[in-house]
């Protein structure tokens, strides 16, 4: 803390620094007393030395560890519904600050890319990419959806097509009541409706929170020389203080919504894949069975470590790659057997859909549609934003050499495209499915007749020739984006809570990929997961705010930069 | 009989560097070979330096001072990456390559037991190029 106050009563010390030298070309470079790693402590643990942050590593990893053990001291169900009933008080009693927090940053995203700052280059008006097209976009859309587009894909348009639980979007009429399909004019506008509020939820939205945070981390860091760490964008508010225990909170709370973001989903996550092994293979005993989840997080934490250890370049932007070519396999091929012409004439109406029913679904207040706007819409913001430090920090990391204008195109329009794409695709079959074979459909038995979210996917894909085929894909799919999303987290809170370095200890990183399966694999075993994944998307609230005030630093901090 | 000797270098840790620094100075007199200090900077701020750029200036300056003060001809070479932990082998590797040393010099470590999950980088390059490499405990 004495740091900070003598930083406080001399803030002009420039004239004693050297100039520091431009990165690529010129860009506005901020002067600071701080250096990177000043707060670090190398301590010596057996035959492992770290380079850690005092005291963000020590709290971060003590918080983890105590909420781990109250939860399973206090009980798997009990936490459950404590934080259940959190994350659905927030939800329903924020739900208009959520849905406009998300309209601000769209609005702002869109407002920088046709400004004169969208000519603003990440890492100085000279720098060149690291990464070619093709793999950028594959880490980002990796990190930042992936795995929840294989879940939600097929569930959401077809959930909205023929909800019997009332939520439906904007209250308007649903596709099939009671296992009746409704006239051909409903069901085409129930349809519409369904695609138009599942692209919205996976859209522009999400996109320009992550494009927010990625774009302040990218800023900050390239251009402003601060260390790579999610305090570095409140510099132009916090000034100095930010190395102190403003900075300190945030990093933790990044560190605390990353890890378990992370080790909630892994968890759940291996809970639907031995589901879908048990329903895919015929083999009942393993869908519910527990061990299989474990056995599926250790395999999954074995194959993030090998790729921890080969570094980005090696791990996962390879694995990326493998990512977008499997799904890409996965889309054509539904694509080609599923209704080819009438998926492919209805993605521009699902899209035009989207943009004519955004002003409603986006409007914050005098809505009737609790179970949807509450329920699904504020929990989604809430979700997106508790992932954005997490997301945010490794877009920010690949993305250097891009100039800002090209940077939201990738990060927010291109992804959007994409969402819409693949929710036309996986949705819209499903929803065809439906409509063709009413109760008949395995979509119908799993989303609507009886909620068996995980078995969504496969349902759908039951229903079209090959299936033991391509479900064997989305399984290995499904593997291989968890495989991906345990390493590139563990780059990221290793990288926080080593301060800003990314070039800690390569141990350090080993840590965090073990520690999240271990966090896993225990509230797996010991109950406790819904729990800290509703505590977990529970920090989306003050991190909402928190972004709010990142959009305010990302315009100062670009205002201040040389365009091209 | 070397002609070029290269000296990876860690700008954060100069001080436990000495002993290989003065060992690479005295072999670069004895056989009249230039030194090539080379280091590896994350893009990322790092402790060392803002930027890549800042971190060739720090280099090059170092080079400076250690070529007036063992009076050796010395050159530097700094390269950027976007994980170095992991691709300081490579990179060494590269650096080997493109100055066309025929001697590493570089500090090492105490060899302890992760050196089993994590191999030293001198043996990997010794492996993995065709210079000599001297490492200095």
């Known amino acids: 803390m004495s740091n900070q106050n003598e930083n406080e009563n001399q803030p002009e010390t420039e004239a004693e620094t050297e100039a520091l030298p431009e990165p690529e070309g010129a860009s506005d470079l901020i002067e600071t007393d701080y250096e990177i790693g000043q707060d670090n402590i190398t301590p010596q643990i057996g035959p492992l030395g770290l380079d850690i942050h005092n005291p963000v590593f020590a709290i971060s990893a003590a918080v983890i560890i105590a909420f781990v053990v109250a939860v399973l001291a206090v009980g798997g169900e009990a936490s459950a519904s404590f934080f259940g009933d959190l994350r659905g008080y927030l939800t329903s009693t924020f739900d208009w600050f959520f849905i406009i927090a998300g309209n601000i940053f769209v609005i702002v995203c869109l407002g920088i890319l046709v400004s004169p700052l969208g000519k603003v280059r990440i890492g100085g008006v000279d720098a060149t990419p690291d990464y070619s097209y093709a793999g950028w976009f594959a880490m980002l859309f990796a990190a930042g959806m992936g795995i929840g587009l294989m879940f939600f894909g097929v569930l959401e348009p077809v959930y909205y097509f023929g909800t019997p639980w009332g939520d439906q979007p904007l209250g308007r009429d649903i596709g099939i009541i009671d296992g009746e399909l409704a006239d051909p004019a409903t069901v085409e506008a129930a349809r519409l409706t369904a695609m138009a509020a599942t692209i919205y939820h996976w859209g522009l939205h999400p996109w320009a929170i992550y494009a927010i945070v990625a774009l302040s981390l990218a800023l900050f860091a390239y251009n402003k020389g601060l260390p790579l760490t999610v305090r570095s964008i409140f510099y132009p508010i916090f000034g100095e203080r930010i190395w102190g225990w403003p900075g300190h909170l945030i990093d933790i709370l990044a560190v605390f919504a990353t890890l378990f973001g992370l080790a909630t989903s892994l968890g759940l996550g291996a809970k639907q894949a031995a589901s879908g092994i048990g329903f895919v293979f015929g083999m009942d005993w393993v869908g519910g069975s527990i061990t299989a989840a474990v056995v599926l997080i250790s395999i999954i934490t074995l194959l993030a470590l090998i790729s921890v250890l080969r570094g980005l370049d090696g791990g996962v932007k390879i694995l990326s790659e493998i990512n977008m070519v499997l799904a890409g396999l996965l889309l054509v091929f539904i694509l080609a057997v599923g209704p080819t012409m009438t998926l492919v004439s209805q993605f521009f109406g699902n899209l035009g859909a989207y943009f004519s029913d955004i002003f409603a679904l986006s409007n914050p207040v005098g809505r009737e549609d609790d179970g949807y706007r509450q329920g699904w819409t504020a929990f989604y913001w809430a979700w997106w934003i508790s992932w954005s430090p997490f997301v945010g920090m490794f877009i920010a990391r690949v993305s250097r050499g891009r100039s800002v204008r090209e940077f939201i195109t990738c990060v927010l329009l291109i992804p959007t495209v994409v969402s819409a794409i693949w929710m036309t695709v996986f949705g819209g079959t499903g929803i065809d499915q439906i409509i063709e074979m009413a109760t008949e459909s395995g979509v119908y038995s799993y989303v609507v007749a009886s909620y068996v979210p995980e078995l969504s996917l496969f349902g759908m894909l039951a229903d079209l020739p090959l299936a033991s085929i391509t479900s064997v894909l989305a399984i290995i799919l499904v593997i291989v984006f968890f495989v991906t999303s345990s390493d590139s987290g563990s780059l990221v809170i290793d990288t926080i809570t080593a301060g800003g370095k990314i070039n800690a200890p390569v141990s350090q990183r080993v840590f965090w990929v073990l520690f999240e399966g271990v966090v896993a694999s225990v509230l797996l075993i010991g109950g406790g997961l819904a729990a800290l994944q509703a505590a977990s998307v529970s920090t989306g609230l003050p991190f909402a705010i928190v972004l709010l005030l990142a959009c305010y630093a990302l315009v100062r901090g670009l205002m201040a930069e040389p365009r091209e | ?137």
């Open chain 2, 1 to 137: 009989m070397y002609k070029q000797i290269l000296v990876p270098v860690d700008l954060t840790h100069v001080d436990r560097l000495g002993k290989a620094l003065q060992t690479a100075a005295d072999l670069s007199r004895h056989y009249d070979a230039p030194v090539c200090y080379v280091g590896v900077t994350p893009e990322t701020p790092s402790p060392v330096a803002h930027n890549p750029k800042e971190f060739a200036q720090k280099l090059e300056a170092f080079g400076n001072r250690q070529a007036s003060e063992h009076g050796i001809t010395a050159t530097t070479r700094s390269y950027s990456s976007t994980d170095p932990a992991i691709d300081i082998n490579k990179t060494l590797k590269k650096a080997v390559e493109e100055s066309g040393a025929d001697l590493v010099v570089m500090a090492s470590h105490i060899p302890n037991v992760t050196d089993y999950i994590w191999p030293s980088h001198g043996g990997w390059v010794a492996e993995h190029s065709s210079a000599s490499v001297f490492v200095v405990r």
